[in-house]
């Protein structure tokens, strides 16, 4: 590997990200199944950056998976999207920073249509108009939430408490960067880093102290298509999917895997917990899984979050061994303890990924 | 004087040769199947016996078939077995005319020269006897000296290669040569010491009494000439010579009906024995003449077959076209016994074929058949149903959507088993056409058909069907003058003896001139066999070639062959001359005369063909 | 004596000059680079017989003895035309000419812009250039770190029919380089595995097509279909994968060099240079030939002609025959006038 | 092992790093023409099998470069050696007698 060649071509690839003043929007199912996520990302630009950032309890979903899946027309979603857009602009703000690497996809398909072909946003003008009476404007600036970590993974490396180095070894945690699909491979210009070999999350690992391993299948789809996902006679293929890159990785021997998609990273999770109880075959060091890490998830470890205030427990592939190659300081008692010490009830055991090793 | 210890070297090897042929002769008799037997009782009192007799004598002692194909190669062999066998006829006769009576032990008719000295005649016609003697004495030394010479100038005797023998067979003929000349110095040396011989041995006799020590050498020679028969005597049987007594039993067996069958038998037994390795097929065979492949040869194929196995590259290199068949003095069936040895390795599965069980051919009254190969050649198919419509056959293109391959290069390449499910298919298809007759111009199909298929109708090639329609005057031709080289394909000629008819159909429109005498059943072979696989395309051009070099007569306008893959082997081998299907300049030189013309316009129904 | 300047010193430059000389006009030759000879003396050997390629070269050189002369380190920036005369600027100095021949040439694709292929980026991706480079200084090709691959991949097409680096056209020499690197490299290395990744085989030139059939002889695997990415695995392997589009199966392997047949780009500047007079290059970025039938030298401008790679992808023979067939086009330009 | 109505499919790539291609060597060992083939498919386009059922000598050859042997043995049965493949081969490949390598392959070969 040439580092610099890959410099080269990140240098071709970085967009304007805004550095303030950001209007969150969540992702539908990343609040549902890693919720400590969304809340992490609003604590470090808040507490930690000192950002403002603006969330609308009355935005709604960007409707891809229904578009993905051909249930939704387009021009309803572009109507769904440009209403989420007039919100923005009702409350006076102008960079739309989605959590959803899917709506992050949307949004960006939808901006380029409207670009070049600027009848359909005019049409679009009028569906809302008729829908909610509403007017929008586009975004001036428009970044996925992992783009705005990477904006300030500077800043964020030097409040670290932690860095991403083993403990034991002092040497970088070797980190699997994976990028949702929708992230950058339809535009790749939208992308830091572009497509091919991205940097929004390298930049991140790189920052905090890790090493990116580079794996044959680093580009493959995590598997969590819509059509093969939700169609159960399909999830063949899905887990596949997600099989091929573990076992693309497996040789490097990955400390734990980062993701900025929630659909990624729900599927890597979970889906290693599927494999090992379908075939016994486990990825991980000492047949342990891959612990499967949300961006914030890591930039809040780097910062000392407490892992089980970000919800971490809520991973299925269990993140301990990770926290201890760091050295966080945690107390595993409260691994299933609610904010008030009440008791959340532990979950089964898988049989064959082992749990805290 | 009628016993000497020199004699007992010969005596042993003759008692051992004598008794080793009666046990070989009773075991492969008894060993025929019962069928075998049954024929061989029924006709051993018949003509056939001396007819049997006559071949014998013919071919064993006068090698008339070796005679043909080379003169002196004919009088090398003749010289031998004859010249031999009429020494020892007469040294029987003449031992008898001698005080010691008609009954003599084995050796004394042999060695009479050296029991003779001291005895007087008792009969008038001595000097005759001595005289043939020397003559036949002479003979059989012409003709050793020239199977020596033939080690070294084949070339002379017709030979381009001989064949490369194995130790067993070295000590033979060396121990077969030496007899000769041995015999020679033994009857000299008593000549010249006892004035017993004549013009041959008295000669020699005067000249060793001059020059060597004749007291010395009277007992070593006789001692060595009998060394040397009794050598001979016993390698006979594991080596070349075992011939001898095998071809004699072969050829009464096969006169009485014993043949090949579609497995190795007794009577196989009996045909790589009577096997002489004489090499006659090494010369026949265009892989030799036009590749330089002269080490799998039948001479060596049925060898390794006799003594053990022929290994796989002996086995499958062979074209299949039966040139050496045709070349063998012997007249063994070796491409059978190749064949039968090649279906020893089936590769194919009785089950390969389960694919065409929904295929059918239409109904059909005359039922023409392309072919694979045929199909090929499309311009072969057009000629050849232009000439039908010409003659208003009735007839049926029914492998026009398709054939289903005969079975026949499966066949020839041993695979029986999956053979027999195209022949079954096709069997039945053909019969389920309802045809009368059956037309290919395909010889490998209608040889496959012919003596594979169990076909209740008559199966024609092309040019025999062609032939009856314009004998029926149904087909006319204008004589375009044209000179036309015709090839005959092997399948046609040697595998189904078909070589008039298409000569004498393109002599209707053309004028046949050959460059050869490897015509007819001699014809070359265009070297598309489909009988061998493992020689290149490269290979089978050179062959294409040199065949055409051979045989096209240089006035030639065209070739004419009666085979699509011989067609489509020669064409593509070369640009030099145009080759056609005797379909294709038939049709060429059609004539239309106006009566056939108007009757066709009258009636729309075609007439029926009428084959006999 | 009327005057011509030829822009390029590569072998269509060279060989129009020595043709023009030898017609008995003033030649100046303006080469950018520090020598001539162009891309071919930077090639270890030539398809299809392997002849080296310095003695084309060296013979195209020998024929600069003061006229034709040459420019070398000179970079004409500009070509204007006033009353049927040429004015060529470089740097300070300004040339004058009654005819000017444009011979720049081309470039080679920058492989870095096929960025799932990892150009600049992986160990051991290499450009077809970079091979000759290797056959030039050690004979066979080396690894990164020094050792001899075992198993190397050749892409075709590298820049070429690929829409998505608008280079729609067929560079007409790569298939042929391939092959002829890959017996290079067998010959070198008889132990190595060699794959040609290839969507069709143009082998159009004589002797080409034999030289497909040796490198088949030779063992060398030719699998159709195009190299849909490439990544690093450990130890600097690369990990390709593409369609086996005989079998319609995805395929991939590991291979510890890939040589990536770069194909030829329009060179840069040229479009400049011929802006001043009027001329635009084709859909293709190559210098527009007015008739690519009768004559394939001609432009637009009386006077200006051009021969060679500028005008589209070509080998050193339809380069040669395009110099010749120029100078004969400036000939009875220059006669007429 | 949990039955969860779905299941990893086989992995359907030509995995060149794993592929045996012991009899892709073999063959070519006893007939070099095997490599002559430019997949034109004119052998698969005349076969007289090929009339019948989807056997393709091409498609067989390429199994065998691939590593397929078991399926490119099995298929090499439907051939019926009737030649015209040799006959139309521009490079001469001599493809009967890959065929009758291939069947003897089942024998030695076979995995």
């Known amino acids: 590997m040439k580092p610099e060649g890959k410099k080269r071509i990140w240098s071709e690839y970085q967009k304007d990200i805004a550095d303030d003043k950001f209007y969150f929007v969540r992702s539908c199912i990343r609040q549902t199944f890693f919720p400590g996520s969304d809340t992490t990302f609003l604590k470090i630009l808040r507490e930690v950056l000192g950002k403002d950032v603006y969330e609308n309890p009355d935005h709604t979903t960007c409707t891809g998976i229904g578009y993905h899946t051909e249930v939704v027309p387009f021009p309803t979603i572009q109507t769904v999207v440009a209403r989420n857009f007039a919100l923005m602009r009702e409350k006076g703000y102008v960079n739309y920073t989605p959590s959803c690497v899917t709506s992050f996809g949307i949004y960006t398909e939808i901006l380029e249509t409207w670009h070049h072909f600027p009848e359909e946003k005019e049409k679009t003008r009028g569906y809302l108009k008729k829908a909610t009476g509403r007017e929008f404007e586009e975004p001036e600036n428009l970044a996925h939430t992992s783009d705005v970590l990477y904006k300030f993974r500077n800043e964020i490396a030097a409040k670290a408490k932690y860095k991403l180095i083993n403990k034991h070894t002092g040497k970088p945690l070797k980190v699997v960067d994976h990028i949702g699909c929708h992230y950058a491979k339809m535009f790749p210009s939208k992308g830091v880093g572009g497509a091919e070999y991205p940097q929004v999350l390298a930049g991140l690992v790189e920052a905090f102290g890790g090493e990116v391993i580079d794996y044959p299948e680093r580009r493959h789809c995590c598997g969590f298509g819509f059509r093969q996902y939700f169609v159960q006679a399909n999830r063949g293929y899905s887990i596949s999917a997600s099989k091929k890159k573990f076992e693309s990785m497996e040789p490097f021997q990955p400390d734990f895997i980062i993701t900025n998609c929630p659909g990624c990273n729900y599927f890597m999770d979970r889906w290693q917990y599927a494999l090992g109880e379908m075939e016994g075959k486990t990825y991980g060091q000492n047949g342990e899984g891959i612990p499967v890490l949300t961006y914030e998830e890591v930039a809040g470890l780097v910062l000392g979050f407490d892992p089980w205030e970000m919800g971490m427990q809520m991973h299925q592939t269990d993140v301990e061994p990770l926290l201890r190659k760091m050295g966080v300081e945690y107390d595993p008692d409260k691994k299933y303890k609610g904010p008030n010490g009440e008791d959340l009830g532990k979950p089964m055991s898988p049989r064959f990924v082992k749990e805290n090793a | 004087m009628r016993y000497h210890p020199f004699t007992l070297p010969f005596s042993i090897g003759l008692g051992f040769i004598m008794l080793y042929i009666i046990v070989m002769w009773t075991i492969w008799i008894v060993r025929l199947s019962r069928r075998e037997q049954k024929i061989v009782w029924k006709r051993l009192f018949s003509f056939r016996t001396i007819s049997a007799i006559w071949e014998s004598i013919r071919e064993g002692l006068l090698h008339r078939n070796i005679f043909k194909r080379n003169v002196l190669l004919g009088y090398m062999h003749m010289s031998l077995a004859f010249g031999w066998f009429m020494l020892i006829v007469l040294g029987n006769l003449e031992a008898r005319l001698y005080p010691h009576g008609v009954i003599n032990p084995p050796y004394y008719p042999i060695f009479f020269e050296f029991f003779r000295h001291d005895l007087t005649p008792l009969h008038e016609y001595e000097e005759i006897f001595t005289f043939l003697m020397d003559f036949f004495l002479l003979m059989v030394i012409s003709g050793v000296s020239l199977a020596f010479f033939k080690r070294f100038r084949s070339r002379t005797l017709g030979m381009k290669r001989t064949t490369r023998h194995i130790l067993i067979d070295r000590i033979a003929i060396t121990a077969l040569w030496f007899i000769f000349p041995l015999r020679l110095f033994a009857e000299s040396v008593t000549a010249g010491l006892y004035n017993t011989g004549h013009f041959f041995t008295n000669f020699i006799g005067q000249w060793v009494i001059y020059n060597l020590p004749l007291d010395y050498l009277y007992y070593p020679a006789w001692w060595a000439y009998s060394i040397a028969l009794g050598v001979f005597f016993i390698t006979m049987p594991f080596s070349r010579y075992m011939h001898i007594p095998a071809e004699i039993l072969l050829i009464f067996l096969r006169k009485y009906g014993v043949k090949e069958k579609e497995s190795h038998s007794t009577f196989t037994k009996i045909e790589l024995s009577a096997c002489s390795r004489c090499g006659i097929c090494i010369d026949a065979c265009q892989l030799s003449t036009s590749l330089n492949i002269s080490d799998t040869q039948p001479a060596y194929f049925i060898r390794d077959l006799r003594y053990s196995q022929p290994n796989e590259r002996l086995r499958e290199t062979c074209m299949m076209c039966m040139r050496c068949l045709e070349a063998c003095p012997v007249g063994i069936e070796i491409t059978r016994i190749r064949e039968n040895e090649r279906r020893e390795h089936p590769l194919f599965s009785a089950s390969s074929y389960g694919y065409i069980n929904g295929y059918k051919y239409p109904k059909a009254k005359v039922a023409y058949f392309a072919g694979c190969m045929g199909h090929l050649t499309p311009s072969v198919i057009k000629s050849t149903l232009a000439l039908f419509d010409a003659a208003n056959v009735d007839y049926t293109f029914i492998d026009k959507n398709g054939s289903i391959c005969c079975g026949r290069p499966l066949q020839m390449n041993g695979q029986v088993e999956a053979a027999k499910q195209l022949i079954d298919k096709n069997n039945h298809l053909i019969g389920e056409s309802g045809a009368e007759v059956l037309v290919t111009s395909c010889p490998i199909c209608a040889r496959e058909f012919a003596t594979s298929y169990h076909l209740a109708i008559p199966v024609l090639h092309h040019s025999q069907f062609l032939l009856e329609l314009t004998q029926q005057k149904r087909l006319n031709f204008n004589q375009s003058g044209l000179k036309v080289t015709y090839h005959d394909p092997c399948e046609l000629s040697r595998g189904l003896h078909i070589t008039s008819e298409p000569r004498e159909l393109l002599q209707h429109a053309v004028i046949l001139s050959n460059g050869s005498k490897e015509t007819e059943s001699k014809s070359l072979c265009c070297g598309g066999s489909l009988g061998i696989t493992n020689i290149s395309m490269a290979e089978r051009n050179k062959i294409a070639t040199d065949t055409l070099n051979e045989i096209v007569a240089e006035s030639s306008s065209y070739l004419a062959t009666a085979c699509p893959m011989c067609r489509k082997t020669f064409a593509n081998a070369q640009d030099k001359i145009k080759v056609l299907d005797i379909a294709e300049i038939l049709e060429k030189n059609l004539n239309f005369a106006p009566e056939k013309v108007s009757e066709k316009n009258q009636s729309p129904i075609k007439q029926q063909a009428v084959i006999s | ?337 | 092992m949990i039955d969860f109505g779905f299941a990893p499919m086989e992995v359907s790539v030509h995995n060149m790093d794993t592929a045996d291609l012991s009899l892709a060597h073999w063959i070519n060992l006893h007939d070099e023409t095997f490599n002559h083939c430019i997949a034109c498919g004119s052998c698969a386009a005349t076969c007289t099998a090929g009339q019948f059922t989807n056997f393709s000598f091409r498609e067989v050859c390429h199994a065998i470069r691939r590593g397929e042997i078991k399926s490119a043995i099995d298929e090499s049965e439907k051939c019926m050696l009737c030649g015209k493949c040799t006959l139309v081969c521009p490079r001469n490949v001599n493809t009967r007698n890959i065929i009758m390598l291939i069947r003897k392959a089942n024998l030695t070969f076979r995995p």
């Open chain 3, 1 to 337: 004596m009327k005057k011509v300047a030829v822009i390029g010193g590569g072998v269509t430059g060279l060989e129009a000059a020595s043709q023009l000389a030898q017609m008995g006009y003033t030649v100046t030759v303006f080469e950018k680079n520090s020598a001539a000879g162009g891309h071919v003396s930077k090639w270890d050997r030539l398809f299809p017989n392997r002849r080296h390629s310095i003695e084309v070269v060296n013979e195209l050189k020998s024929y600069l003895n003061g006229n034709p002369a040459i420019y070398l380190s000179t970079a004409i920036n500009k070509v204007t035309k006033k009353d049927n005369r040429f004015q060529l600027e470089a740097y300070n100095q300004v040339f004058e000419a009654d005819a000017v021949l444009i011979a720049t040439g081309f470039e080679l694709f920058p492989a870095e812009r096929k960025e799932e292929y990892g150009y600049g980026i992986y160990d051991n991706v290499i450009t077809s250039a970079e091979l000759e480079g290797m056959f030039k200084e050690n004979g066979y090709p080396v690894k990164r770190n020094g050792d001899k691959p075992k198993r190397l991949a050749f892409i075709h097409c590298v820049g070429s029919r690929d829409e998505k680096v608008k280079r729609p056209y067929c560079s007409k020499v790569c298939c042929v380089t391939a092959v002829k690197q890959a017996i290079e490299v067998k010959e070198a290395i008889p132990e190595a595995e060699i794959f040609c990744l290839y969507m069709d085989l143009r082998m159009f030139g004589p002797g080409y097509e034999d030289l497909y059939k040796e490198a088949q002889q030779k063992g060398i695997n030719f699998i159709r279909g195009r190299l849909s990415e490439a990544s690093e695995l450990e130890g600097s392997r690369v990990l390709i994968k593409t369609e086996d589009t005989l079998s319609s199966k995805p395929l991939k392997m590991s291979v510890d060099m890939v040589v990536l047949m770069v194909g030829m780009s329009p060179a840069q500047g040229t479009d400049e240079l011929i802006a001043a007079l009027g001329l635009q290059p084709n859909k293709d970025g190559f210098v527009e030939i007015t008739d690519y039938h009768l004559n394939p030298v001609k432009t637009k401008v009386d006077g200006v002609f051009a021969a060679g790679a500028c005008t589209g992808p070509n080998n050193i023979t339809d380069s040669i025959n395009a110099a010749r067939s120029a100078a004969v086009e400036i000939h009875k330009y220059l006669n007429n006038k």
